[in-house]
Nanobody
Framework: QVQLVESGGGLVQAGGSLRLSCAAS????????MGWFRQGTGKEREFVAR????????YYTDSVKGRFSISRDNAQKTVYLQMNRLNPEDTAVYYC???????????????WGQGTQVTVSS
């Protein structure tokens, strides 16, 4: 069982930055791939970024490449999403999730946090 708690969301002006954190419980954090997803109002949940467990390989959706960076600290059981050059289209509830396989498919993720709101004003 893995429990995930996100933090770090908030209101920021366009062009600004935020860093989201996701703290995990459980002893096998390193065995899980971690992903960030987001869901805007009236939209479907979409993949943002993911990072593998031991090697730490990363993958991003095209719209955030070069602006967002996912990382993890396995000793602290925490995954991060550094978001730079934010724009209003990034406004959404951001969720972290854990999976036993590396994937962009939300259906592969077994555990989810409660989400944190990110609002980018123009």
């Amino acid at each position: 069982q893995v429990q995930l708690v996100e933090s770090g969301g908030g209101l920021v002006q366009a062009g600004g930055s935020l860093r989201l954190s996701c703290a995990a419980s459980g002893r096998t954090f390193i065995n899980y791939a971690m992903g960030w997803f987001r869901q805007g109002t009236g939209k479907e949940r979409e993949f943002v970024a993911r990072i593998s467990g031991r090697v730490g390989s990363t993958y991003y959706t095209d719209s955030v490449k070069g602006r967002f960076s996912i990382s993890r600290d396995n000793a602290q059981k925490t995954v991060y999403l550094q978001m730079n050059r934010l724009n209003p289209e990034d406004t959404a509830v951001y969720y972290c999730a854990a999976a036993q396989v590396v994937s962009r498919d939300p259906g592969q993720y077994m555990y989810w946090g409660q989400g944190t709101q990110v609002t980018v004003s123009s």
